[in-house]
């Protein structure tokens, strides 16, 4: 039986029309002869989507008695009967009530599916069981209820859904998603823009992905081996050499003249995993790579043309950026075309671009064979073993001598040459073999016993004998060299992993660095010491009296101890080593951790400075809303004191005793206010300080609201309370918090309609908590909400009391000098709702503490 099609409706939240869409596709597909029926369908009391879901056949569902609660699910076998050519089922990722067939609604359909019958479904994207962690961290809020990626990768057809999150919010605050009593909660928590936009972008990338995935199977189910050029991607090839900046540059810039353009820097390493270019330069042009917002990868290969190629063809890449050969013209035309010409020639519809560079050209070189393959022992028992080998082998062949045994005797010293070439290397068998050879002309050729040819022939075959031989001990070196090379290559990538993993791991990074540093080399002890000769790191035995102090930075030193600069500027520092010499090899890997340390030393010092600037602004926030509220607030009480004081003096007793009485109200009322100002002047002064009091803790939200509700006197009529009783403390000034709910609660309730009550709501959103202050007054347009935190910007601002609150701006500076914020929102059916928003004392009180006790 020929299996149905499946296809999904993603959507980014709840309430895009997803269902909607779905019920109208199914009407849409009736009228056009096609046999539809409505598996499942969820309303969710929506009228609009009831309205679709009117005409079409529907199933009725099958009802379950779960321990005395009713409940109704999809008739699987109802529908089966049934066999629609079409059947909508809503809600992929819907968990069955148990005692059904399948726990899952996503297993139903795939029961449809096999049976031959088409399905429609919806599913959200943060019940993808990939994507459910993601989700959690953007919302806060744990999906129980996922569906593998498998399921909906599988479908036919995949469909976004999409709503602009601004046009969700207005959809929920009218009513269209969520019935009114469910509106407030969801708009504050879920619904939040910023969790629309970024459930929105996750929906949108999802889809991408499994496009550009639908675009891959597509040209490898067809054989399509030609790039299409659905979005541009540069692959730059990177060989560790000092050209890799340049090339990584234009590649970037190639990227960029074109919306989504992608970087990818490719490295073809062989595979013995040798490399001749310093990895200190490749650490460097990845980190390069990442700053320029492109990936770098690593393949292994001996053909590095055709790597190159395939791997530009395997991520669908429509140009490739390659260096000019360094090799000379001779060289080029002694050893034939490069990889450059060979990328040209196999890159098909791939465009190549062949940068210059300062390095192009290079003169030729031969290979250098300083430095020994093997230990100076085997040397020196493969001279020993030519030394005594070549005469015995001679005595053996002089024994059984012939006319006729040249031949076998030319391949016995041959014979002793490769194994002089294994056991000692290349300069013992080069040894042997010209012994050998002058052996061979003074006792088997004739004139025999004499260090002379007379026939041509003879005197060609030695001189090719010899070439042989020492093209054999040549060969074999090498091998040995490239094995130990690969040995050494082994171990320098274990000592970055490990020193890579000591940082994820979470160890601190610059002790972890030179801890590894010097288990890696063997070294006595390590330090590094900062410019000014502090000692941010030590491992190992401490340097002495005589070698502890900073020397100009050098390579080395009289003293025994290697100094490397590390970083530059700021942030420069010196890497000291001691205990024993390190070698070539060695100083090269030395050079990718002294890159390490350069970054993480860069990275600590913009943190702190990041730090640093973090509490010069929020001290700067707190001075300036408290010295906008003094220069306001200072003048008014002052002048009605000035003005009540002085009728009492100028009256002269001739005042009745109801007017003297107002006076000196008014006189005591400015007076107050003036003590008031003066406690935020103090507080002026102390922000001029540096010392501004603000007490980061743990606070109970709870505590905080109430002792407010006391503050303003008022009772049940005039605030509905509701708190979240799990809500864990706040990290907070307590006093600093008090003050800001006072005012914004204040201000609520000024302009609450007579006879409403403002709500008060408190709420956790991850590492988050709220406290929405919500009123049904007049409310202030979306275009002036910004107006209202300039200093005083108050309606009706006439009468002496209304200059007693701190103001908006005040309000708004000691949240955010709190580590917090103050945003106003809209409330569903007119009003205004202030959010103040503070992080968990759980997760973010210690980085707090640490900050407010920088300021004291």
């Known amino acids: 039986m020929k299996r149905g099609k499946l296809r999904v409706l993603l959507g980014a939240a709840p309430g895009v029309g997803k269902t909607y869409e779905m019920l109208e596709e199914g009407r849409r597909l009736r009228d056009e002869g096609r046999d539809v029926v409505i598996a499942i369908v969820e309303t969710h009391g929506r009228v609009a989507t009831a309205a679709q879901a009117e005409g079409l056949e529907v199933v009725p569902r099958r009802v379950i008695d779960h321990r005395g609660v009713v409940l109704d699910e999809m008739d699987l076998d109802a529908v089966l009967a049934r066999r629609p050519k079409l059947a909508l089922v809503d809600e992929l990722a819907h968990t069955n009530a148990p005692g059904s067939r399948h726990p899952k609604r996503w297993q139903d359909v795939e029961e449809l599916l096999d049976a031959g019958i088409d399905v429609i479904t919806t599913v959200n994207v943060q019940h993808i069981e990939s994507l459910n962690d993601v989700v959690e961290k953007i919302t806060g809020i744990v999906q129980r209820e996922t569906v593998p990626d498998a399921v909906v990768r599988g479908a036919d057809q995949i469909e976004v859904v999409d709503l602009a999150p601004q046009s969700l919010r207005d959809r929920l605050a009218a009513g269209s998603v969520y019935p009114a009593e469910r509106i407030d909660a969801a708009l504050s928590n879920y619904f939040r823009l910023g969790n629309l936009t970024a459930l929105r972008e996750l929906a949108l990338l999802w889809l991408a992905d499994e496009v550009d995935s639908a675009l891959k199977s597509y040209r490898t189910e067809h054989g399509i081996e030609g790039a299409w050029q659905a979005r541009e991607r540069v692959v730059v090839a990177l060989t560790g050499g000092s050209e890799g900046e340049t090339l990584l540059r234009r590649g970037a810039r190639i990227a960029a003249r074109s919306a989504g353009g992608e970087l990818l820097a490719l490295h073809v390493t062989s595979q013995d995993g040798l490399r001749s270019e310093a990895p200190g330069a490749l650490a460097a042009q990845r980190a390069l790579v990442e700053s320029l917002g492109g990936s770098y990868h690593q393949v292994v290969g001996d053909d590095i043309a055709r790597s190159l190629v395939e791997f530009a063809r395997s991520v669908n890449a429509t140009q490739l950026v390659i260096g000019v050969s360094r090799r000379s013209r001779l060289a080029a035309a002694l050893t034939g075309p490069g990889i450059g010409a060979t990328v040209v020639r196999e890159s098909g519809d791939i465009d190549v671009h062949m940068v210059t560079h300062a390095a192009a050209g290079g003169r030729l070189t031969l290979p250098k064979l300083t430095g020994a393959a093997l230990s100076l022992r085997r040397r020196i028992l493969g001279f020993v073993l030519a030394l005594l080998g070549g005469p015995l082998l001679s005595l053996l062949l002089i024994a059984t001598n012939t006319d006729s045994s040249i031949t076998a005797d030319v391949l016995a010293y041959q014979l002793l040459v490769v194994v002089v070439a294994l056991v000692g290397g290349i300069w013992p068998a080069v040894f042997a073999a010209v012994l050998s050879g002058l052996t061979l002309d003074f006792l088997f050729i004739e004139p025999i016993y004499t260090i002379t040819i007379d026939q ?50 979470g160890e601190s990074a610059l002790p972890a660095l030179v801890s590894r540093t010097r288990e890696a080399f063997g070294l006595a002890g390590v330090r590094l010491v900062a410019s000014n000769g502090d000692v941010l790191a030590s491992d190992g035995e401490p340097l002495g009296a005589d070698t502890g102090g900073i020397v100009a930075a050098r390579r080395g030193g009289s003293d025994g101890v290697l100094r490397v600069n590390v970083g530059e500027g700021a942030h420069a520092a010196t890497l000291e080593l001691h205990g024993r010499d390190l070698d070539a090899a060695e100083r090269r890997l030395l050079d990718v951790i002294v890159a390490q340390l350069s970054a993480v030393l860069e990275r600590t010092t913009l943190a702190e400075a990041a730090r640093e600037a973090t509490q010069l602004a929020e001290t700067d926030q707190v001075r300036s809303a408290l010295l906008s509220a003094v220069s306001h607030d200072l003048r008014r009480p002052l002048a009605a004191a000035v003005a009540a004081l002085g009728g009492l003096r100028a009256a002269d007793g001739h005042l009745s005793e109801d007017d003297r009485h107002e006076l000196l109200a008014t006189a005591d009322e400015s007076l107050a206010t003036l003590s008031a100002l003066v406690t935020d002047l103090l507080d002026v002064s102390r922000v001029e300080a540096g010392v501004l009091a603000v007490s980061i803790q743990q606070v109970d939200v709870a505590g905080v609201v109430l002792a407010a509700v006391d503050e303003l006197h008022l009772g049940p009529a005039d605030v509905e309370l509701a708190l979240d009783p799990d809500l864990p403390p706040l990290a907070a000034d307590p006093v600093l918090l008090q003050r800001v709910v006072v005012n914004v609660l204040a201000n609520a309730q000024r302009f609450a309609p007579v006879g409403t009550r403002v709500r008060v709501a408190t709420s956790r959103l991850g590492g988050w908590a709220e406290i929405r202050i919500v009123d049904h007054g007049p409310g202030v347009e979306p275009d002036r909400r910004d107006e209202m935190f300039a200093p005083f910007q108050r309606r009706g601002d006439t009468d002496n009391t209304t200059g007693l609150g701190l103001g908006l701006a005040l309000s708004r500076g000691f949240a955010e000098g709190m580590g917090g914020t103050l945003t106003p929102e809209g409330t569903p059916g007119g009003g205004l709702t202030m959010v103040i928003g503070l992080p968990i004392a759980a997760d973010a009180v210690t980085d707090l503490v640490g900050r407010a006790g920088g300021e004291r």
């Open 456 to 505: 041509f022939d003879h005197a060609l075959a030695l001189v090719l004998y010899v070439i042989i031989a020492m093209l054999v001990s040549f060969v074999v070196d090498q091998a040995a060299r490239r094995a130990r090379a690969a040995r050494r290559a082994i171990a320098d990538s274990e000592l970055l992993a490990t020193v890579a993993g000591s940082v994820l791991r």
